[in-house]
């Protein structure tokens, strides 16, 4: 009975905005997510490899149904509890700080959307949007396949 009480009073007493409890060290790896993209009127593949040293290659391929496009972006990559912040800064000349809320996480799917506060002057990801992606079945990357 005691315990009973015991597991009730903590469950009562959780705040519900406490770290759910993610592992942050699951982003590392590859992983894909598959939407279309407004603001541009294209459907969009998006790669996102993961390194153990922080760094987070960004692989894009715009198709309209007409023609593919194709991108890459480098960024370092920190996770604590349920925020995701990709930093551009040292990669892109004025490279934005970009702040994603974490939702889901495990070791085969990730959820996110963005959380920027003002998006009158941003460009990209603003405004919301949930990003969903799946883990590839590919082994952990080496920090020496970066390339970066």
């Known amino acids: 009975m005691r ?19 993610f592992e942050c060290g699951d982003l590392v790896g590859t992983w894909q997510g598959d939407r279309f993209d407004h603001t541009v009127g294209a459907q969009r593949t998006s790669v996102a490899t993961f390194y153990a ?21 480098y960024a370092h990559w920190q996770c604590e509890g349920d925020v995701l912040t990709l930093d551009y800064s040292n990669t892109m000349e004025d490279g934005p700080v970009d702040y994603y809320e974490i ?40 920090d020496e396949s970066c390339g970066c």
Do not use: H, M
Request: aromatic fraction near 10%; charged fraction near 20%.
């Open 53 to 73: 040293t922080g760094v987070v290659v960004l692989d894009f391929v715009y198709n309209d149904g007409v023609a593919s496009q194709s991108s890459r972006e």
């Open 3 to 21: 315990v009973l009480v015991a597991v009730l009073a903590l469950a009562f007493t959780t705040p519900i905005w406490a770290n759910p409890g």
């Open 103 to 142: 939702s889901e996480l495990n070791t085969s799917y990730v959820a996110f959307k963005d959380v920027a506060a003002d998006c009158s002057a941003r460009y990209g990801d603003c405004g919301g949007i949930r990003y969903e992606l799946v883990r590839l079945p590919d082994p952990a990357p080496s």
